[in-house]
């Protein structure tokens, strides 16, 4: 068995040919930054319920479920961004955009507002 055939995920590796490694290693580096940011969400979701700021309880929630959310929703645009375009270099086609790009920073103009809405009422 190949070093290319342990690869995973095996549907990425299986298809067009090897990339120019510095293009699959700045893949990789989008894919870290997706990872982080998705880590910042969920932390920045779990500590505006845990700290119990002056913020209205009810909007509070549904301000850390939503910054919940948008995390579980930066993990899953890592992986699939990850796959995408490097079977997109693979193939040598066009790199794909960020999909949820439009829905994460609606989620995130929504929890900043509801945030700011319950310091003040």
Same mark, same amino acid.
């Given at each position: 068995?190949?070093?290319?055939?342990?690869?995973?995920? %095996?549907?990425?590796?299986?298809? &067009?040919?090897? *990339?120019? *490694?510095?293009? #699959?290693?700045?893949?990789?580096? /989008?894919?870290?930054? +997706? @990872?982080?940011?998705?880590?910042?969400? @969920?932390?920045?979701?779990?500590?505006?319920?845990?700290?119990?700021?002056?913020?209205?309880?009810?909007?509070?929630?549904?301000? #850390? !479920? /939503?910054?919940?959310?948008?995390?579980?929703?930066?993990? &899953?645009?890592? +992986? /699939?961004? +990850?796959?995408?375009?490097?079977?997109?270099? %693979? %193939?040598?086609?066009?790199?794909?955009? *960020?999909?949820?790009?439009?829905?994460? @920073?609606? &989620? @995130?103009?929504?929890?900043?507002?509801?945030?700011? !809405?319950?310091?003040?009422?």
């Amino acid at each position: 068995m190949s070093t290319i055939d342990r690869r995973f995920p %095996r549907a990425v590796y299986a298809v &067009g040919e090897e *990339p120019d *490694p510095r293009f #699959s290693l700045a893949n990789e580096r /989008t894919f870290l930054a +997706w @990872v982080r940011t998705s880590l910042a969400f @969920v932390a920045a979701g779990v500590a505006l319920e845990a700290l119990q700021l002056g913020i209205r309880p009810e909007l509070r929630l549904v301000a #850390s !479920i /939503t910054l919940l959310l948008l995390g579980v929703l930066a993990a &899953g645009q890592a +992986w /699939t961004g +990850w796959t995408r375009s490097e079977t997109a270099m %693979r %193939r040598h086609t066009a790199l794909p955009g *960020p999909a949820p790009a439009a829905i994460l @920073v609606i &989620g @995130v103009i929504l929890a900043a507002a509801l945030i700011v !809405i319950g310091l003040f009422l």
